[in-house]
């Protein structure tokens, strides 16, 4: 589907570099992050033997939001993503909200999760987790991620990879060390639980699982994304299902007693001893520098697509003449990024990153039915057209709704605070002549 994207007045365009495999690395590294090696203590603090299962049948309930995605992404082949959905739908003003909060949850994201990067490393090495050490070690991730994709993209992807392999491999061999502790009882658990915070719990749970968004944003830099991009979604996002229920059981297998303080890098030391927590606190930094990667490589694309369709600045807007890279957007979001993890102020927006991206979600999820009615026979024909009408992104939709409502009344008013922040960016991109304007 052709979007209402104005042309710009950049000379080049983005390359088409990223292929299935890059398209599925980013999915994983978005949803994959510093939260799997804290969340099943928080779980099973609360489910006991049955988290495992929990985390499976939240994955089935999510999958319906990124299948939703999927039929969505088979539509565009442009760069944006969820700005593209919901602005063919309801205009620009609708498409620019959307991109918005989207940048912001992604943008607070990147902050806390280099903080927390830090953090993790100096478990083991003690000089980065505090002062100088952290303050230079904030500054070179950032840096170092901001040029990787500054000089093209498939830097940034071999970048991702990278980290990629070096989270993945430690954890898979905790999971095949750790299998020897399953038993019967523990994979198979009897009694139902009982919660004290069902919403809560679910709030943990859905929370292990959102960030696969972002991938859809690079659709422009993507071969063939219109049948690549779907496949890519739903294949990975089963994939983590199946490996998080993995990792809850061999966690619960192996500290059956836990009381919802301990780590996945107690698990490595109870499965290897300190080498075992070492190599499990280093898969923790790498994993968190893979989702970190991820966001470096996907978000930019949201600031560069909202000023193509003149919905910021043009400064976002830029190509780099070499690298035929977005490069402003990629330096904005790496500046930002790092000067929120150094000063900490990343925390005020916490509250509201969650559910800003529920709200995206929604706003896409709804966007569904007039994308397909605008599309022509030719894109209806190509697209991963779901079966059922609308039962599943009716189902997401609700999901999301219910989602959405367990938040608080300050994370409704920061989100508020914040899109009225970016609407005065919005005016001022508005008031920019098109390009059939400029030639008059």
């Known amino acids: 589907m052709t979007s209402s994207t104005v042309p710009g007045n950049n000379p080049k365009q983005l390359l088409r570099g990223i292929g299935f495999l890059g398209i599925a690395v980013l999915a994983l590294n978005g949803v994959i992050g510093a939260g799997i090696f804290a969340l099943p203590a928080s779980i099973a603090a609360q489910a006991g033997p049955w988290s495992p299962w929990l985390f499976l049948i939240v994955g089935v309930l999510v999958i319906t939001i990124v299948l939703t995605f999927a039929e969505l992404s088979s539509y565009f082949k442009e760069t944006g993503g969820p700005v593209l959905y919901t602005s063919t739908a309801f205009g620009p003003l609708v ?3 959307t991109g918005w909060i989207l940048f912001l949850s992604r943008m607070t994201a990147f902050a806390a999760n280099t903080a927390a990067m830090a953090t993790y490393l100096g478990a083991v090495v003690p000089w980065f987790g505090d002062g100088i050490g952290r303050a230079v070690f904030v500054i070179s991730v950032g840096a ?5 994709n500054y000089v093209g993209v498939k830097d940034g992807v071999r970048t991702l990879a990278i980290f990629t392999f070096m989270k993945l491999t430690p954890i898979v061999l905790m999971i095949l060390l750790g299998l020897q502790y399953v038993s019967p009882d523990t994979l198979f658990p009897g009694s139902l639980p009982s919660f004290d915070d069902l919403g809560g719990t679910t709030l943990l749970l ?5 960030g696969f968004e972002s991938t859809t ?6 071969k063939n994304p219109k049948q690549a991009m779907p496949r890519a979604l739903v294949s990975t996002i089963v994939m983590i299902a199946v490996l998080y229920f993995l990792i809850v059981l061999v966690y619960i297998s192996v500290l059956p007693d836990a009381d919802g303080s301990q780590t996945l890098i107690d698990v490595g ?3 290897a001893g300190t080498a075992g927590g070492i190599v499990i606190a280093l898969a923790a930094v790498f994993s968190i520098g893979g989702n970190l990667a991820s966001i470096m490589l996907a978000v930019p694309r949201l600031t560069f697509a909202l000023s193509e369709q003149r919905l910021l600045p043009r400064w976002f807007g830029e190509v780099h003449e070499k690298h035929a890279t977005p490069a402003n957007s990629i330096v904005f979001l790496g500046v930002l990024g790092t000067v929120f993890a150094l000063t900490g102020s990343f925390v005020w927006l916490a509250a509201a990153s969650s559910l800003t991206r529920l709200i ?7 966007s569904l039915p007039i994308v397909r009615r605008r599309a022509n026979e ?5 697209a991963f057209r779901l079966p059922g009408g609308y039962a599943i992104p009716g189902f997401a939709l609700l999901l999301c709704l219910w989602i959405m409502f367990q938040s608080s009344t300050d994370a409704w008013a920061m989100t508020g605070a914040l899109l009225a922040a970016g609407l005065v960016l919005y005016w001022f991109a508005r008031q920019r002549p098109s390009v059939r304007q400029a030639k008059t």
Do not use: K
Not at 206 to 210: G, L, N, R, S, T
Not at 217 to 222: D, L, V
Not at 360 to 366: D, E, K, N
Not at 378 to 382: G, L, N, V
């Open 378 to 382: 030719q894109e209806r024909a190509e």
């Open 206 to 210: 859905i929370y292990a699982y959102v």
């Open 95 to 97: 498409g620019f909200s």
């Open 144 to 148: 170092g991620l901001t040029y990787a």
């Open 360 to 366: 995206s979600y929604a706003l896409c999820i709804v």
């Open 269 to 271: 030391e109870v499965l």
């Open 217 to 222: 944003i690079i659709s422009g830099e993507a």
